[in-house]
């Protein structure tokens, strides 16, 4: 029954590796509260940071705060107090967002000239989204951020490798946290921020009156000497409509004017409108089309697209499905165009430093917030610990461009934060990746909304960038692809550098059951965490982590303690003369035709003399009885019963007149129960050896048991059991596969690893819950004590623990095992057979678990025996098959992993080094003890051993399950067939014919 437990391995390996499953918590009205919440952000310690704040009741609002401080900390290349950006906020219950626009704006200064730098928007705009929806003190928000600056954090490769590309651009010997002995900081160094901690202390102390009219303000006008102090005292936090767009199955929001949120709508209608779904299965035709619609789309925001403050524009009207057919009309499948529009804005495609980040609170609240410094590390100014951006240098040259230069205007951006909302889900999401941020969005939106692919499907998808005639593919792109656009007329090239093309940051909330899907792009090493991840897959965790050590526990155990070492005292059977006690040796017979004549064999020549052997002949209806008369010559005999154990009646009692010492019971069926009860009434000898009728002992097994019971204080031992298929005319030294089929080969490590390991491990605890029915060894008085056999389909464990709960209210009784007193028994040769064999035994775990309960809550913690029946057999051998297959189920169906190979190298890793070494270590514990396999079955053992840890623990685990779940609808024994063979010599199966 080892094998049983050793098969949960398997499934605890790979559920630990895959992503766990999000608690389904039960639709609700859409009004209550959702109870769950999420962040998803560029860098683990900002998710952190705004988990940490909701768990302690915070909203969302509160969250943004802090995560946009925390990543002006730990990502101050691309987003910082310096800079500006847009968010929008869905409040719950309602269908439409609302937009905070703080981005920088041009200073008053009329002229444009060599200006950079905008007045950054970012404190005040966060400040007015606390003021408007934040419920926690804005001083407890900013503080993670100001720790992080001031006791430093262990910096990544992306901001080493950011330094490493600012070099040139940056005041180097100005920045010796940055750059200490003027060379960049290395991935896994700490970075502390001290000038930033104390500038977020000051805005922390005084609100955004420290950076707009205080001391840090002044600060700011020195460095950057065209923005003055009235430039950042008239900023002002705007509150536009977000760009709105109807799809057939929802709708989608994004960022508003001068932002990019046109464009990305824009190209989605018009995908839609082409039904772009029908060229779903040729990637190189749907890559032709996309990019036609983003360069038509990209052209239509230089010509469209400038501060709504400055610039009349009609944006509905640019999304009217008369407008997207317009636009869809131009889209050509066969050509592609080359014109490009230049209003003279001053474009590096080099740029990808923003951040995106989008939370969901428990109320429902989601806000996607896009902030940064333009380029990264803005315009390389640094001041008071934080670096400016450089918005100014976005504007146009020309006089027409609705984003030429004026005063206080915002300058376009690519930047795209969205909210997309149908029926079933609300999706925040946003990404960097500078002018490829409404090519990248489009992209995966296009994917997720219109081919059906999921989201994760979408984001992993190869990215692409057209600009006239030039594309733009990621590395991963299919070579296949690549040709067929070469051919069409595009020059593509290669990018390798991941975050050219950005990283999706997403939630998406599932409004039946409130589960939080998120996405964290593997391109910019982003992360996401959530609520029903965090939470309740840690109390998950926690208890997969329980059954994983229980189940690998107690095999680790029993593999040292079995080892001689740990011999107990006593264990070893003393030479010397004893005198014979009384044995009687009770084999119940129900339809044993076919393995009668082995049984009466052996126990002729059995080299014990004061012993009995009693056949109990339950009701057979074949020729067991008519065997038994013609191999025994059996005469009437008289026998008196003890008359204490019940039983069916009997009919008549024999005795043999070849061997006077051998006896017959005839009775009608009850079970093998029943017929045990009866061989104890009919017995005379005071130990008593209960043998199934396909087992063999061999010459030392009645002497050891007499020496073990000299002892008075053992009431029942077990004896070891070696398989009948595997016997030599050398019982007592060799074995040999020779003759057996795989099925008993693989059974027959199944014996060694229960007996020569578990057994007398649990032995030397006093704690064996199983005599084999196979081999019993009682005290007849203990057996009548305690009521005799009770009918059930595990007679063996029940008696077993019968005898512990006695020797539970007597002092020094025990029980033991006998490793001298061998036997040999037939096992199933085939597959039908086995299984029945394998599901009664998990069956009477099931029945014996229930029966005993009282008695295992009592001594759980005082008797051993409960200790490892409940803790081993039943919770780490039965519930965590359950457990753990319901948890590789859910996240197979809800969460599929991109790939298996880490879970099958996992798998391997393990049999490897803890199954093949628990085979090896029983086949080496069966020698020690004096049993050798034959030269030739080395490569027979190897085989036996591979298909064992590859292929037979499934079928056990399956048989665990499948037999928990059949004992609470039936109790049949399920007799196995006997083959009828004699195993005196070498035996031979049908199955090597």
Excluded at 89 to 107: G, I, N
Excluded at 293 to 320: C, H, M, Q, Y
Excluded at 888 to 906: D, G, K, M, R
Aim: proline share 4%; net charge negative; with cysteine.
């Amino acid at each position: 029954m080892l094998k049983k437990w050793l098969t949960l391995g398997l499934l605890l390996n790979i559920s630990t590796s895959f992503l766990y499953p999000h608690a389904v918590l039960g639709a609700e009205d859409q009004e209550s509260l959702i109870d769950n919440y999420g962040v998803s952000s560029s860098h683990p310690l900002a998710v952190e940071v705004g988990m940490e704040v909701l768990e302690n009741g915070g909203n969302a609002a509160d969250a943004a705060v802090a995560v946009a401080y925390t990543l002006s900390v730990v990502e101050p290349y691309g987003s910082g107090i310096g800079g500006g950006g847009q968010l929008l906020l869905l409040p719950p219950e309602e269908m439409e967002p609302l937009v905070y626009d703080y981005w920088s704006s041009a200073p008053s200064d009329e002229e444009w000239g060599n200006k950079v730098s905008g007045v950054p928007g970012f404190v005040k705009g966060l400040d007015a989204l606390h003021q408007d929806f934040g419920s926690e003190p804005f001083a407890k928000l900013i503080s993670p951020a100001i720790e992080l600056a001031e006791n430093g954090f262990e910096i990544d490769y992306l901001l080493s490798e950011r330094l490493i590309a600012a070099t040139p651009r940056l005041p180097v010997e100005d920045l010796p946290h940055f750059y200490p002995g003027s060379k960049p900081i290395q991935p896994g160094e700490t970075l502390k921020q001290l000038e930033l901690a104390e500038t977020l202390t000051q805005i922390k102390e005084n609100g955004p009156d420290a950076f707009y009219k205080g001391e840090i303000g002044k600060q700011v006008t020195e460095a950057v000497s065209y923005l003055n102090e009235t430039d950042l005292e008239d900023y002002q936090v705007r509150k536009p409509k977000p760009v709105k767009g109807e799809l057939n199955e929802g709708t989608i929001y994004s960022a508003s004017p001068s932002l990019a949120g046109l464009p990305i709508i824009q190209s989605l209608k018009i995908a839609e409108k082409v039904r772009i779904e029908e060229i779903k299965d040729n990637e190189s035709e749907f890559t032709h089309v996309m990019t036609e619609i983003l360069k038509l789309t990209s052209n239509e925001r230089v010509r469209t697209v400038g501060d709504p403050a400055f610039n009349d524009i009609d944006f509905d009207e640019l999304v009217s499905e008369e407008y997207i057919d317009k636009l869809a009309e131009q889209i050509s499948s066969s050509n592609f165009s080359t014109t490009t529009v230049d209003d003279g804005e001053k474009v590096n495609d080099g740029n990808t430093d923003t951040t995106h980040f989008v939370i969901i609170d428990q109320d429902g609240m989601m806000i996607s917030a896009t902030n940064t410094l333009s380029n990264f590390f803005g315009s390389g100014t640094y001041t008071a610990g934080f670096f400016m951006n450089n918005s100014v240098e976005h504007f146009s040259t020309m006089s027409t461009s609705p984003n030429r230069y004026e005063p206080g205007k915002r300058g376009r951006s690519s930047a795209a934060p969205s909210i997309y909302i149908d029926n079933e889900r609300v999706i925040g999401l946003g990404t960097p990746g500078g002018t490829r941020i409404p090519y990248v969005m489009t992209e995966v939106l296009t994917r997720h909304l219109l081919l059906d692919q999921t989201l994760e499907e979408a984001v992993d998808a190869a990215r692409f960038y057209g600009q006239e005639d030039v594309l733009y593919v990621e590395e991963h792109f299919s070579e296949d692809v690549m040709v067929d656009l070469i051919k069409k007329g595009y020059q593509v090239q290669v990018r390798n550098h991941l975050v050219y093309f950005g990283g999706i940051q997403a939630l998406e909330l599932n409004l039946a059951d409130h589960s939080i899907n998120g996405i964290a792009d593997i391109r910019r090493a982003g992360t996401w965490d959530a609520k029903d991840k965090r939470d309740t897959p840690l109390l998950l965790e926690l208890g997969i982590s329980l059954f994983f050590l229980l189940c690998i526990a107690f095999p680790v155990l029993h593999l040292f303690h079995c080892l001689p070492w740990f011999r107990s005292k006593g264990e070893e059977i003393q030479e010397g003369f004893t005198t014979e006690k009384g044995i009687s040796i009770l084999v119940p017979c129900y339809n044993e035709q076919g393995i009668i004549e082995t049984s009466v064999n052996s126990m002729k020549s059995l080299s014990y003399s004061k012993f009995e052997v009693v056949y109990i002949n339950d009701g057979s209806n074949d020729q067991t009885m008519v065997l038994l008369n013609e191999y025994l010559k059996l005469i009437p005999c008289t026998r008196i019963p003890y008359r204490k154990l019940s039983h069916t009646k009997v009919r008549n009692c024999y005795q043999s007149e070849l061997y006077p010492h051998i006896y017959v019971v005839d009775k009608t069926n009850g079970g093998k129960a029943d017929a045990l009860n009866a061989g104890i009434e009919y017995s005379s000898q005071d130990v008593i050896v209960t043998l199934d009728a396909d087992t063999i002992l061999t010459d030392t097994a009645l002497p050891a048991i007499n020496k073990k019971f000299e002892d008075p204080n053992i009431v029942a031992a077990g004896g070891m059991v070696h398989i009948l298929q595997t016997k030599t005319s050398r019982p007592l030294s060799r074995m040999s596969l020779l003759h057996t089929n795989l099925l008993v080969r693989l059974q027959m490590l199944d014996f060694l690893k229960a007996f020569y390991i578990t057994k007398i491990s649990l032995a030397r605890f006093h704690a064996l819950a199983i005599i084999s029915g196979a081999f019993g060894i009682f005290r007849k008085q203990a057996l009548l004590d305690v009521g005799g056999y009770r009918t059930t389909v595990g007679e063996d464990i029940d008696i077993t623990l019968k005898m512990h709960r006695y020797i539970s209210k007597r002092k020094n009784k025990k029980i033991i095992l006998i490793p001298e007193a061998i036997c040999y028994t037939e096992l199933p040769e085939t597959f039908k057979d086995f299984f029945k064999q394998r599901v009664r035994w998990q069956k009477a775990y099931i029945d014996c678990l229930i029966y005993f309960r009282s008695f295992f809550a009592k001594s759980l913690f005082s008797r051993a025996v409960s200790f490892f029946y409940i803790f081993e057999a039943f919770l780490a051998g039965t519930i965590s098959a359950f457990i753990m297959l319901g948890i590789f189920v859910i996240n197979a169906i809800y969460y599929p992993p991109e790939s298996y190979t880490q879970y099958v190298f996992l798998y391997l890793v393990y049999l490897f080094l803890f199954s093949v070494v628990y085979d090896l270590v029983s086949i080496g514990m069966s020698r020690y003890y004096g049993f050798k396999f034959g030269k030739n079955d080395g490569f027979r053992l190897c085989t036996a051993i591979a298909i064992d840890v590859l292929v037979y623990r499934i079928v056990i685990l399956y048989i665990v399950l499948y037999g928990s779940i059949a004992y609470f609808f039936n109790h049949d024994w399920n007799k196995v067939a006997r083959t009828g063979r004699n195993y005196q010599t070498e035996s031979k199966s049908k199955s090597a014919a």
